[in-house]
């Protein structure tokens, strides 16, 4: 079983006896979706290849709506499935948790928001190995 820091609003959580609270399981895997999804690829200088163009203003890249959700899905599937390599690869020298796993996810959902066309409202439908299915929100704008 792996365990990461618990992230609450862009900071570490503190448990209520003073220690750093650990994220595991469920958890853990909604926690790794988000953090992969909101790191720019190249940045983490150990393993470059790590993260997604998600947070990155693509609007120049696509100029109407549809061109920019199809890329937004497009930049959250290569994601999820680097996830998945990347964990195949962790598990042959960590254990990890049937729950903690990505095996599978449906095509993400983004919708331009109605009131702020900068924003783009996403759920990620994935489930782990144990079956356990998780729906993870965020909102990015460009």
Same mark, same amino acid.
Request: aromatic content about 6%; overall charge negative; glycine content about 6%.
């Given at each position: 079983? =792996?365990?990461?820091?618990?992230?609450? =609003?862009?900071?570490?959580?503190?448990?209520?006896?003073?220690? #750093?609270?650990?994220?595991?399981?469920?958890?853990?895997?909604?926690?790794?979706?988000?953090?992969?999804?909101?790191?720019?690829?190249?940045?983490?200088?150990?393993?470059?290849?790590?993260?997604?163009?998600?947070?990155?203003?693509?609007?120049?890249?696509?100029?109407? &709506?549809?061109?920019?959700?199809?890329?937004?899905?497009?930049?959250?599937?290569?994601?999820?499935? $680097? #996830?998945?390599?990347?964990?195949?690869?962790?598990?042959?020298? $960590?254990?990890? &948790?049937?729950?903690?796993?990505?095996?599978?996810?449906?095509?993400?959902?983004?919708?331009?928001?109605? $009131?702020?066309?900068?924003?783009?409202?996403?759920?990620?439908?994935?489930? =782990?190995?144990?079956?356990?299915?998780?729906?993870?929100?965020?909102?990015?704008?460009?």
């Amino acid at each position: 079983m =792996s365990f990461d820091i618990k992230a609450f =609003s862009g900071d570490v959580e503190i448990g209520s006896n003073g220690d #750093l609270s650990q994220v595991t399981d469920s958890d853990k895997l909604a926690q790794d979706i988000l953090k992969l999804l909101n790191t720019p690829i190249g940045t983490n200088p150990l393993n470059p290849g790590y993260g997604s163009m998600l947070t990155v203003n693509q609007v120049g890249d696509a100029v109407y &709506t549809e061109g920019l959700v199809e890329q937004t899905k497009r930049i959250i599937t290569d994601a999820l499935e $680097q #996830l998945i390599t990347q964990q195949a690869y962790q598990a042959a020298i $960590q254990p990890l &948790t049937d729950a903690e796993t990505l095996v599978d996810f449906e095509t993400p959902i983004v919708e331009r928001d109605s $009131q702020d066309p900068r924003q783009f409202n996403i759920v990620v439908n994935a489930i =782990s190995k144990a079956l356990t299915p998780l729906a993870i929100a965020l909102v990015v704008r460009y």
